[in-house]
């Protein structure tokens, strides 16, 4: 465990309790992340939320620091696995770098791997993880940017709505079809909200053919070619989604930029495009199994070896609010 100063090493470090949450919301602001705290407490609302994952440091009766960890549904190499993702954290000013983030996180480890999670993720590294063990470079996002047809097919038989709670089965499918053979992708979730953004400027759609579900999207509600979400029936939905977004951008697009991972580019058929892998540098695992025969563990190791596609992360809803 990271080594704290004299006045750090006289904090209580314990789970949260509905009597924090005030003083975790206001910790946020005191530390401009008043958007962090939003996520945190839509997060509370999520079936996997455990306020024993959700920790403090506490000092003379104050809270001076918060890590959030949920556990969430992973595909690592083509199987559904149990993972946790670190989500927002906070730390009081005169505590910063002072290892008090990672002594949090580390005295979570042992309760994520009792509720049978094989690896816990970070989106947002803030603090030294290494020291605990954290591999970094193994994920990133991966984006294919299509450009326009000479010639659209211009059937105009799509229609966008919103999502409903029926629809949430046929999501869960398209999604899965979609990412079945990425080498590593986040689920979004099995809420409604999971598929709704939180941030105003943010469009979530339903993609309807003939009254039909044929796919879903998130989009930037001021540029319909910034696509932060995206899966599809199969790959003639896709080719009929993309021919969609270019016509309802009234030629004003040359291209769309699609957040895809790489074995899907199959789904592109006749249609031109290039793909970008960007590996993230504070993108990180820390393996919570020793056992080599783990799906978690042949995938690092093959990122690692570049022997596998690398595994594409596409942001939960409720974090929209922290990149907003």
């Not at 989604?241 to 058929?269: M, V, Y």
Request: net charge negative.
């Amino acid at each position: 465990m990271t080594k704290l100063s004299e006045q750090a090493s006289s904090l209580t470090i314990r789970s949260e309790t509905i009597e924090d949450y005030t003083a975790i919301a206001n910790l946020y602001a005191e530390t401009g992340g008043v958007e962090r705290g939003a996520a945190v407490a839509l997060q509370r609302s999520n079936p996997y939320y455990d306020p024993n994952l959700s920790i403090v440091a506490e000092l003379d009766y104050q809270i001076v620091a918060h890590v959030l960890i949920i556990p969430q549904l992973f595909i690592v190499n083509g199987q559904w696995e149990q993972g946790a993702v670190i989500g927002p954290t906070a730390v009081s000013e005169r505590f910063k770098e002072q290892g008090i983030v990672e002594n949090l996180i580390q005295s979570a480890h042992d309760i994520v791997q009792r509720k049978r999670c094989t690896f816990i993720l970070v989106l947002e590294a803030e603090g030294e993880y290494g020291q605990l063990g954290y591999l970094s470079k193994v994920f990133g996002h991966s984006h294919v940017t299509v450009e326009r047809p000479a010639e659209l097919i211009n059937e105009r038989s799509l229609s966008f709505r919103k999502p409903k709670s029926t629809d949430l089965p046929q999501l869960s499918a398209m999604w899965e079809e979609t990412f079945a053979d990425a080498g590593l992708a986040l689920f979004p979730g099995i809420n409604l909200t999971d598929w709704i953004s939180h941030d105003k400027q943010m469009n979530s759609f339903v993609i309807e053919q003939w009254g039909q579900p044929i796919g879903y999207i998130r989009y930037n509600d001021n540029d319909i070619g910034d696509v932060k979400a995206l899966c599809a029936k199969n790959g003639e939905a896709l080719s009929l989604i993309i021919d969609e977004l270019f016509e309802r951008s009234n030629a004003q697009l040359t291209s769309l930029r699609l957040p895809l991972p790489q074995n899907r580019t199959e789904w592109l058929g006749d249609l031109k495009f290039e793909v970008d892998v960007h590996v993230l540098k504070s993108g990180m695992i820390y393996p919570l199994t020793d056992d080599v025969e783990d799906s978690i563990q042949h995938y690092i190791e093959n990122v690692q070896n570049r022997k596998e596609n690398l595994g594409v992360i596409q942001w939960p809803t409720a974090f929209d609010l922290m990149k907003s």
